[in-house]
């Protein structure tokens, strides 16, 4: 990936383990999530605003 991010950030809620989401803003509007140890492997991309929607909701619901 050409333009990949280098500012990823860890789930605060990850343990000692690898099952951790981590995030990222790209260029433009969006936010990438990756799901594994290595942020490299993409795994998906939405808006800003559904991130937050998102992680809202967690919040709300825990």
Known sequence: ??????DWRKSS??????ACVYV??????LV???????PAHFV???THAAWADF???VKQTG
């Open 32 to 38: 990438r999530v990756a799901d594994r140890a290595d």
């Open 55 to 57: 992680v809202e909701a």
């Open 1 to 6: 990936m050409t333009n990949a991010p280098t």
């Open 24 to 29: 990222a803003a790209a260029p433009g509007t």
């Open 13 to 18: 809620y990850c343990g000692e383990g690898e």
């Open 44 to 46: 998906m991309a939405t």
